[in-house]
Each structure stands twice: as structure tokens, then as C-alpha cells.
């Protein structure tokens, strides 16, 4: 069963130029099939991927976050791993590696948290640090 909830997303992304952060509240959809919970909502401005839908399928220990739309890209976050993963712009497509050093989950059919601290790895290069945390209840 789907559920309208809110969400309340924070970011930050750290490289050699500088700190960038983003905060969002917007409303989105939860829903739970077998173990894995999903929450959905559409990016905008504030975020500067406006026409793009992201989903995060939460599962034990594992988070995958997929966008959809104007940016396509699937970001696989899993404590202590490296993940390969597919990053497609209206300026072209590339793989880049995510290396999670946190991944903390916390959610029930109410509402929860989840969040990751992570670096991204560019050609075997990083490119810089990034964290993320969402929020999200029942409207």
C-alpha cells in the first residue's frame, strides 16, 4: 500500500573547491514490497536536477538510490564497499565508484531515516566527500 509522506532532505558534497549543501522538504510516496522499502519523490530546482524522479530502495544494510528523468543514475550505498554505478546528464554518461564509509537506517510504515556518508570516486580518482540524510513521516 502507498502512502503520501513528507520528506526532508539534507545534502552536503565536500571537494578541493569548497562545501556545497542542499536542503529540501517536499512530499513524496513510501511504500514496502517484500523485505525492501521504497520512497519516492521528484527533484527541483533546489536540488538542480528539476525533471528528474528519485527513488530509494532501502533494504537491510543497503540503500540504492535510482533517478529517473532528466539525470538517470544508480548510486548503490553499502557500508565499507565500493559500488560501481551508472551516471547519464543531458552531457553524457560515465561510471563512477561510491565508497561508503556510513550507512544508518532506521525506518518503520510510519516514517524513518536514513543517511550515508560517502566519497565518489571518479576514474579511480575522488572526487570529494558527500553525506545525505533523509527524513520522511506520514502526511
Do not use: W
Amino acid at each position: 500500500m502507498k502512502k503520501d509522506v513528507i520528506i526532508s532532505l539534507r545534502g552536503r558534497q565536500s571537494d578541493k573547491d569548497g562545501n556545497e549543501e542542499i536542503e529540501l522538504v517536499t512530499e513524496g510516496i513510501y511504500y514496502k514490497d517484500n523485505e525492501s522499502h521504497y520512497v519516492t519523490y521528484n527533484e527541483t530546482e533546489v536540488t538542480g536536477m528539476e525533471g528528474t524522479t528519485t527513488t530509494l530502495k532501502i533494504e537491510k544494510g543497503r540503500v540504492t538510490m535510482l533517478r529517473s528523468g532528466q539525470n538517470n543514475s544508480q548510486l548503490i550505498f553499502e557500508k565499507g564497499e565500493r559500488h560501481l554505478c551508472c551516471y547519464e546528464t543531458p552531457f553524457g554518461a560515465f561510471t563512477i565508484g561510491v565508497l561508503s564509509n556510513r550507512v544508518d537506517i532506521d525506518i518503520n510504515d510510519k516514517g524513518g531515516d536514513v543517511s550515508a556518508e560517502y566519497r565518489i570516486e571518479i576514474d579511480n580518482n575522488i572526487s570529494g566527500s558527500n553525506d545525505f540524510h533523509l527524513h520522511f513521516r506520514e502526511c
